[in-house]
């Protein structure tokens, strides 16, 4: 297969660093653009310039170590080539084109003997330390070879505690020499475009404290794995992407997978688990499964997050809190894999082209939701801004779109999803002194506009050791909005007897959740809801009023308090 302008571009980096610098560089391509073509053509050039060059490929899955094998293969298929991989049950040393797994090689340098390139791949994972597999085999190479040179590719250019991995005293790599990202991707048509957009159920990890750079395990889980909370958010899921054809959850630790899994399958979706203690021979069956529809989700511990290459998947949950920004990118990186239509040839096609050919087809867009806070811990996946050695980072700078509620970074002007506008406030020239502040406020008016209702459902809602209440979801188009009936709340029910008579419904008002929602065919639909951006929460809007489809007669007049929920209560009810 003809390289794309990308990969050729990648591997000439390579060598023109060479030409220029003796040192090791670092090659940065985005989750599903093909870095086992770019590791195979480049082990090829390699060989066939310098046929005494000895190669090997190394990496820590073995379905990564497979598929790099296949990819040379496929490019170079008379080159002797071999595989050391207990894993994969073959184990030969002495082959001139190598490809192996770290567990099974990592103490295996001297029966492997002289490597002159040793190509890692996924190589953020290698760590810092120097006792580690990675780093005991590099440096048991290089004391055999003083001369060996390394090359590096991943997605992520950086690792949890150091920051970038060509930055440091102990960095591996002297050069990132190719970066290719996923805006590019997705701009080229190359990559499906990941939406994510804000939820109603979010964990609070607040008070959750860290270990080893990292949220600690007990803690997090105390918060988050809880009966009511895992529901809900299966419900969440269900409800708002339970369309989607093939989904991957992370959560943390296999209690909380475990628990995650019954809960869907319980709601009726054939789900399964995998962890890190799964046998490998149960794990592929599961991924085939998967692939094949025989699933419509696995739950995992972070084991899916690098290595498993599931074309289909158009839907990512994310129960995993991380300080990661590796992590959280190559979990997000799952979903971009592109699904064209049959019979559409990508390289014969424009970008142009190929976006509308996604776009037209069974996967679209891969919808990422984020329970856990990835996001507004790290910021959009394609603006990624590692943390630097022993430096604390502070909330990533994102902004919501208020016309799809789609999370955009903070310096955009144009919405990633639905090229919204964003309008930018001018700075002052100056900052007025009390005494020459104007009158009256300069700030603009809170945004806000009526939109019309395609769909509206109710579902029955109960905050952990609160009221049981109704949430309203409300469809606009592709877009879901929610409003809320307090039906059990002592100082907000107003709000649901508002609601109920301007619908039409019959008194007696419902006194109880379970009484509404058998009651709820007396009520006229929703024709059109009028939507503000919160003043309690500035990354969510709140549905301020709304009018019914069929005017009653009987209704009283629509009251002034338009106050939300969360402004009536002070936040005594959380949305």
Same mark, same amino acid.
């Given at each position: ?45 390699? &060989? ?6 000895? $190669? ?34 073959? &184990? ?8 192996? =797994? ?10 492997? @003997? ?25 440096? *048991?190479? =290089? ?23 060509? /930055? #440091? ?74 369309? &989607? ?9 296999? /209690? ?56 289909? $998947? ?6 995993? %809190? ?10 997000? @990186?799952? !979903? ?33 939701? *984020? ?20 430096? #604390?980072? !502070?909330?990533?700078? $994102? ?17 990633? +999803? +639905? ?28 945004? /806000? ?5 395609? &769909?509206?459902?109710? %579902?029955?809602?109960?905050?952990? !050791? ?110």
């Amino acid at each position: 297969m003809a390289l794309r302008y990308y990969q050729r571009s990648a591997i000439d980096a390579v060598f023109d660093f060479w030409g220029q610098k003796d040192g090791h560089p670092l090659v940065d391509l985005a989750t599903g653009t093909g870095k086992a073509m770019v590791n195979g053509v480049l082990m090829k050039e390699l &060989r066939d310039g310098w046929p005494d060059l000895r $190669v090997m490929s190394v990496t820590h899955v073995q379905e990564i170590v497979e598929s790099n094998y296949k990819e040379y293969v496929g490019v170079d298929p008379f080159a002797p080539t071999g595989i050391y991989a207990s894993s994969l049950n073959r &184990r030969e040393p002495k082959s001139h084109m190598l490809f192996g =797994q770290i567990q099974s090689v990592y103490n295996k340098a001297q029966e492997i @003997g002289h490597v002159d390139v040793l190509q890692i791949d996924e190589v953020h994972l290698v760590p810092t330390k120097d006792t580690t597999m990675y780093r005991s085999f590099i440096s *048991d190479l =290089q004391a055999i070879n003083p001369d060996m040179k390394m090359v590096g590719l991943t997605a992520t250019p950086y690792r949890l505690d150091s920051g970038r991995l060509d /930055e #440091g005293d102990d960095k591996l790599f002297d050069e990132v020499v190719y970066t290719y990202g996923i805006r590019q991707g997705v701009d080229d048509g190359y990559l499906t475009p990941l939406s994510s957009k804000p939820l109603s159920t979010n964990y609070d990890v607040t008070g959750v404290r860290k270990s080893m750079g990292d949220f600690k395990a007990s803690d997090y889980r105390a918060a988050v794995d809880s009966d009511s909370l895992n529901r809900l958010v299966a419900e969440e899921v269900l409800d708002v992407e339970g369309h &989607r054809n093939k989904a991957l959850l992370f959560f943390r630790g296999i /209690e909380h997978c475990t628990r995650m899994r019954d809960v869907f399958k319980r709601l009726g979706r054939k789900v399964e688990m995998v962890h890190g203690g799964t046998p490998a021979g149960e794990r592929r069956r599961l991924i085939e499964e998967l692939k094949a529809g025989d699933l419509w989700g696995l739950v995992n511990d972070n084991v899916l997050s690098t290595g498993t290459n599931i074309v289909g $998947v158009d839907l990512i949950v994310d129960g995993y %809190r991380t300080m990661s920004a590796a992590r959280y990118v190559q979990r997000a @990186g799952r !979903g971009t894999r592109v699904v064209y239509p049959p019979g559409f040839d990508p390289e014969a096609a424009d970008a142009e082209a190929r976006r509308a050919a996604i776009a037209g087809w069974i996967k679209p867009n891969c919808r990422y939701m *984020d329970f856990a806070g990835n996001i507004k811990e790290h910021g959009p996946v394609d603006m990624i801004q590692p943390r630097k050695p022993g430096k #604390g980072q !502070g909330e990533a700078p $994102v902004k919501v779109c208020p016309s799809c509620f789609e999370i955009n970074h903070a310096s955009v002007r144009r919405c990633s +999803c +639905c090229g919204f506008e964003f309008e930018f406030e001018e700075k002052p020239r100056f900052e007025a002194r009390s005494d020459t502040a104007p009158i009256l406020s300069t700030s603009a008016a809170t945004p /806000e506009h009526w939109i019309p209702v395609t &769909r509206r459902r109710f %579902r029955y809602h109960e905050k952990l !050791g609160g009221n049981p209440s109704i949430k309203i979801v409300y469809t606009s188009g592709l877009s879901e909005y929610w409003g809320w009936a307090p039906v059990q709340h002592p100082k907000a029910k107003f709000l649901a007897d508002k609601f109920w008579v301007r619908h039409g419904g019959q008194r007696p008002f419902p006194a109880t959740a379970d009484e509404w929602l058998s009651r709820a065919g007396e009520l006229q639909e929703t024709a059109e809801i009028r939507i503000e951006q919160s003043k309690t929460y500035k990354k969510k809007w709140d549905v301020k009023d709304y009018r019914p489809a069929a005017a009653n007669d009987n209704a009283p007049a629509a009251s002034n308090d338009n106050r939300s929920m969360a402004e009536i209560l002070d936040d005594e009810i959380a949305f």
